[in-house]
């Protein structure tokens, strides 16, 4: 999701880009990714291979360890091989969520989850993998390339009158074609160590939910439910904002303005495709 973005971002930047899919890296092979990175030399390398399912992680830490730990450190360390800036994208999640107000780069982190730990251990080992590292906490992400809690949302609305949604965590959303330019603006410059990148202004996946309805004109109602009420396997932290004190890059836009764009970029792939159909018939 946020690989094709930042993808189709640095080739409009002018970039020579080499997408790998796992088939042709796979981050948890450390010779694998020493022998692709040698062939290619780059000058930067961002990581965005991840074990994303957070729920999923509570019950398999060790694999999610294996691509989000072992295999950063295999990554960063095959791109300091090759003298190579590296990015490595990790998450709100690292933070407990137990103060009110934005976290900023220099708090201490203390993950909940099992997928909090892994992408702490992540930073860690590309920290240690690779002098010259980046690392990008972001929140929320969603984007028209993969599944994200707009199109569960959507979907659900097509299928029930009403849905049950979380009100007591609060984040920010972000619009992965937003976050992709921070990111290669990072990878070109000079900057290095942690930084915050996430969408401007904040919300509970409550709000979050109502919105996206609002903005569809979808009549499905938005019921709220607590932590407790919609247990997961995972924890969560309950607030998960990000501040930040280094302002490398701009600040992102609003969150409302990513779900609008999004919903415009879904809607004109969907008549695209339609089109496409009526041609082909």
Known sequence: MLGQDLVDVCVARGHDVYALPKADLDVTDAAMCEEVLAEIRPHAVVNCAAWTDVDGAESNEEAAM??????????????????????????DYVFDGRRRQPYVESDV??????????????????????????????????????????????????????????????????????????????????????????????????????????????????MAGTTEMLARPAPRPRFSVLGSERRA?????????????????????????REAEDAAR
């Open 66 to 91: 294996a691509v989000n730990e072992a295999g950063a450190a295999n990554v960063a360390g095959a791109a300091a091989k090759q003298g190579a800036k590296v990015v490595y994208v990790s998450t």
């Open 249 to 273: 890059v701009g600040a992102l836009p609003d969150w409302r303005q990513g779900l609008r764009e999004y919903l415009s970029e879904r809607d004109a792939a969907a008549e695209a495709r």
């Open 109 to 222: 982190t203390q993950p909940l989850s099992a997928y909090g730990r892994s992408k702490q251990a992540g930073e860690t080992s590309t920290a240690a993998a690779n002098p010259f590292h980046v690392i990008v906490r972001s929140s929320w992400l969603f984007g028209t390339r993969g599944p994200n809690f707009v199109e569960t949302m959507l979907r659900l609305a097509g299928e029930q009158p009403e849905v049950i949604v979380v009100s007591d965590q609060v984040g920010a959303p972000t619009f992965t074609r937003h976050l992709a330019p921070a990111l290669a603006e990072l990878a070109e410059g000079e900057e290095w160590g942690i930084h915050h990148v996430a969408a401007t202004r904040s919300c509970s996946w409550f709000e979050f939910a109502q919105e996206i309805f609002d903005q569809v004109g979808s009549e499905c109602r938005v």
